[in-house]
Structure formats: structure tokens, C-alpha cells
T-cell receptor
Framework: DGGITQSPKYLFRKEGQNVTLSCEQN?????MYWYRQDPGQGLRLIYY???????QKGDIAEGYSVSREKKESFPLTVTSAQKNPTAFYLC????????????FGQGTRLTVV | AQSVTQLDSQVPVFEEAPVELRCNYS??????LFWYVQYPNQGLQLLLK??????LVESINGFEAEFNKSQTSFHLRKPSVHISDTAEYFC?????????????FGSGTQLTVLP
């Protein structure tokens, strides 16, 4: 089945550590996105990528980094510079041309302990 | 830039009653509009979308939404809700042109269906 796979589903991190969240898609989509979700705030865009080897900052990129070395993969690293990293992180993808909708993964819940 | 306002953060309703979840948007360019549904600890699932054509769009599970360009609204309605409709609902927009199609979301409406 085609879709977006995020792993792990739950992640615990100690303060001061970097952590990488995985996002893989087999939909052959050109564009991929990372959103952060906090209670009562909806989803906010962290980074997005329109094509391989290219990505742009979203609204809340500080403390995060990404790479797009393969079309299928768009990992997100939460660095120690992110002041409040505890949140639910959602990855999405969409067609580059003839856009109809974005497809979402099941999310990763990151907790800093 | 676009913005989306969902006027109600919580909507409690009794089973089999009608419901309306409100969504208004602001944009200087043409947009596509979406409603997504989220169940606890899960990702977002597309409920319905307006891209073009008829301003009234329907989902397979009885929800409908009407695009009103003059009022910049895209309210979601269902004539009779079920317990299983309990979830959080997000309205979102993206511009119709250009290569970057990031979504702008509202803050969400928690629909709770009571027995």
C-alpha cells in the first residue's frame, strides 16, 4: 500500500540531545513537509521541500534541521537549540504538479524528559 | 499569506443532532480549501476538499462543506452525527498556483458527540 511512514511513533529525549525523526513515502510525491502540532494551536510548518536536495524554512524552523537526499525520505532533526521540543510531529507529502491534497503520516510524539 | 480562523475550539453535540463547524479564511490569492479529521494520537485524514467547480462538496460519511467566496468561509456540516464522529477537525487552505503548496491550518475544533 502506498503511504507515508513515520518512525518511531513515540520518542523520548533527554534535554541537550539531538534526535532525528524519520519520514518515508512511497507515493512518488515531489513535495514533502514537516508540521508541529501543539494543543490548541493547530499545525505549524517547520520545513518543506519541493524537490530533492532543496528545502525551505517554514514558520517555526529555529532549532530544527532537515535533509532531502532522496525523493522518498525527509528526516527531521530536533536539535538541542529547540527550546520547547515536546510536541506531536507530522510529516506530509504532495504531488509537485497537479496538486490535489496533502497526505499525512501517523505522527511521532516527542517528549523531552 | 493566508490565515484560517476556526471560531469554535470545542463543540459538544448530542448523537443524531445536526452540527456545523465554522471556518473562515483570509488570503490575497486564490486558495484551495480542505477539512481534515484527526483521531487521538493519529495523523490527519482528508475529509473533503474544494479545488474548483461546485461550491458544495460532500464526503462519503455524510459531511458536507460549502465554499462561500464572498464571505470567505468553508463551514463543515452534518445533518445527523454519530458517536464515531468524535474527533478534532481542522480547516486548511493552500494557494492554487506556484510550486510551494504548504497548508495553513486553523487551530482546530474538537467535536464531541454525546450519547
Amino acid at each position: 500500500d502506498g503511504g507515508i511512514t513515520q518512525s518511531p511513533k513515540y520518542l523520548f529525549r533527554k534535554e541537550g540531545q539531538n534526535v532525528t525523526l524519520s519520514c518515508e513515502q512511497n507515493l512518488n510525491h515531489d513535495a514533502m513537509y514537516w508540521y508541529r502540532q501543539d494543543p490548541g494551536q493547530g499545525l505549524r510548518l517547520i520545513y518543506y521541500s519541493q524537490i530533492v536536495n532543496d528545502f525551505q524554512k517554514g514558520d517555526i524552523a529555529e532549532g530544527y534541521s532537515v535533509s532531502r537526499e532522496k525523493k522518498e525520505s525527509f528526516p527531521l532533526t530536533v536539535t538541542s537549540a529547540q527550546k520547547n521540543p515536546t510536541a506531536f510531529y507530522l510529516c506530509a507529502s504532495s504531488m509537485g504538479q497537479k496538486y490535489t491534497e496533502a497526505f499525512f503520516g501517523q505522527g511521532t510524539r516527542l517528549t523531552v524528559v | 499569506a493566508q490565515s484560517v480562523t476556526q471560531l469554535d475550539s470545542q463543540v459538544p453535540v448530542f448523537e443524531e443532532a445536526p452540527v456545523e463547524l465554522r471556518c473562515n479564511y483570509s488570503s490575497s490569492v486564490s486558495v484551495y480549501l480542505f477539512w481534515y479529521v484527526q483521531y487521538p494520537n493519529q495523523g490527519l485524514q482528508l475529509l473533503l476538499k474544494y479545488l474548483s467547480g461546485s461550491t458544495l462538496v460532500e464526503s462519503i460519511n455524510g459531511f458536507e462543506a460549502e465554499f462561500n467566496k464572498s464571505q470567505t468561509s468553508f463551514h463543515l456540516r452534518k445533518p445527523s452525527v454519530h458517536i464515531s464522529d468524535t474527533a478534532e477537525y481542522f480547516c486548511a487552505v493552500t494557494k492554487t498556483s506556484g510550486s510551494a503548496r504548504q497548508l495553513t491550518f486553523g487551530s482546530g475544533t474538537q467535536l464531541t458527540v454525546l450519547p
